[in-house]
């Protein structure tokens, strides 16, 4: 079956670590996502990419990077520049933007917490 | 610009009660609208989906939403409460032009609360 895979399910991370959130499809689609989700804030947008190679800052950019080397694969990095990472991160992709209203599929997330 | 407002934070009804969770959005551009609903540490689904055709929306599971231009509100709606609708639930706006093409905005969410 199609769909978005997110692993780990769940991370912690020390203070002043990097670590790599990972984000995979195999559903063809060209646009891929990351989002935050903290209680009560519903979800902000971090990163997108809507081809490969290319990619671009959403409301929340600072303290994370990424990259888009292939189709299927959208990793997040949380960087030591990250003051508050601790929440609920989500992956999603979209088909081609020619039809933005068809329907984004979402990952079933990855907790990170700091320790 | 784009933006969404979730009405109520928090909404609880009564087992074989009717749902209302209430969104109203803005956009510069012709939307595209969603409903999303989310259950405890698990990723979101898709209820229903408006696309600038019919006005009324049918959904997964009896739900329903109503598209008005002239409020600006895409209100979702359920003739019954279930036990299992018992989630969060997120209004979504789509741009559908410009530099934010494909972006979606996401209200603040509502947690149903379903009594039996």
């Known amino acids: 079956d199609g769909g978005i895979t997110q692993s780990p399910k769940y991370l912690f991370r020390k203070e002043g670590q990097n670590v790599t959130l990972s984000c995979e499809q195999n559903l063809n689609h060209d646009a891929m996502y990351w989002y935050r989700q903290d209680p009560g804030q519903g979800l902000r947008l971090i990163y997108y990419s809507q081809i490969v190679n290319d990619f671009q800052k959403g409301d929340i950019a600072e303290g994370y990077s990424v990259s888009r080397e292939k189709k299927e694969s959208f990793p997040l990095t949380v960087t030591s520049a990250q003051k508050n990472p601790t929440a609920f991160y989500l992956c999603?992709?979209?088909?081609?933007?020619?039809?933005?209203?068809?329907?984004?599929?979402f990952g079933s997330g990855t907790r990170l917490t700091v320790v | 610009a784009q933006s969404v407002t979730q009405l109520d934070s928090h909404v609880s009804v009564s087992e074989g009660t009717p749902v209302l969770l209430r969104c109203n959005y803005s956009s510069s551009y012709s939307p595209s609208l969603f409903w999303y609903v989310q259950h405890p540490n698990k990723g979101l689904q898709l209820l229903l989906k408006y696309t600038s055709a019919a006005t009324l929306v049918k959904g997964i599971n009896g739900f329903e939403a109503e598209f008005k231009k002239s409020e600006t509100s895409f209100h979702l709606t359920k003739p019954s409460a279930h036990m299992s609708d018992a989630a969060e639930y997120f209004c979504v706006v789509s741009a559908a032009g410009g530099t934010s093409y494909g972006k979606l905005t996401f209200g603040q969410g509502t947690i149903l609360t379903v009594h039996p």
């Open positions: 999603a992709s979209m088909t081609d933007g020619a039809e933005p209203n068809y329907g984004y599929t």
